[in-house]
């Protein structure tokens, strides 16, 4: 039988700001991405969002970003290998404590934003968050961008890695993410979200911007916590993904 990982990116809040529906979008995940203070997120807001998680049982993971708060992550920087790893390791051991002092136990590291992007393409970045990840727990789950170079270097340190599809953003010919700043990069329409979630599980394809197929390799399908169609989506894809027969499971307990 088909399995998939549903993961959200969460916690996302930050002192008197709110972002995202994190309790609602909790009853229809098995993963979540906290963040950990660099794109997002605040010691409380951190604290928060693991008890719900656990509460919920729910694998939790951490998700560290470039030092980009003004920017939410989103904006491109050029860091050393050095920087990178202590970058990681710095915010996985973060969230990694909240996460002990509520008795659970971390499962997966998913970069975010721009750092996760970059290192889809760049194999010295992501080598060096793949050693980050390893330094800090080498059984911890790497997810990265489908057939990307993250995945790849997880594979290389020894890391169990997790590839990741987007149903609400548009891909290049290549495999990677269009860039946010273009038009049609983010995917509005739920029904369109759905069926491209369907295909990629099923047949292992999806249609890039250009309309080519690409093969894609799904292991678990993110939900943006942050997009005004997340609550929806994520009960739609749930109800569709048990009436086409596909299981609904954490990465964590996969692979």
Known sequence: MLSIDLNCDLGESFGNYTIGNDEEVLGFVTSVNIACGYHAGDPVVMDKTVKLALDN???????PSLPDLMGFGRR???ISDKEARSYVIYQVGALD????????ELKH???????YNMAATDYKLARAIAEAVYMVNPQL????????????????????????VFADRAYNNDGTLVNRGNNGAVIHD???CISRVIKMIK????NSIEGKEILINADTVCI???NKIALDFAEKISCTLKAEEINIKALSNKL
């Open 57 to 63: 049982r729910v694998a939790i993971g951490a998700h």
């Open 76 to 78: 491109n920087m050029s």
């Open 97 to 104: 404590g909240f996460v002990k002092a509520h008795g659970g």
């Open 109 to 115: 590291v998913k970069p975010h934003g721009a750092l």
């Open 141 to 164: 789950i790497l997810i990265g961008l489908a057939n990307s170079e993250l995945i790849k270097a997880a594979k290389d340190v020894g890391l169990k890695s997790g590839n990741e």
């Open 190 to 192: 739920v029904n369109e």
């Open 203 to 206: 047949e292992g394809k999806v």
């Open 224 to 226: 943006h916590g942050d």
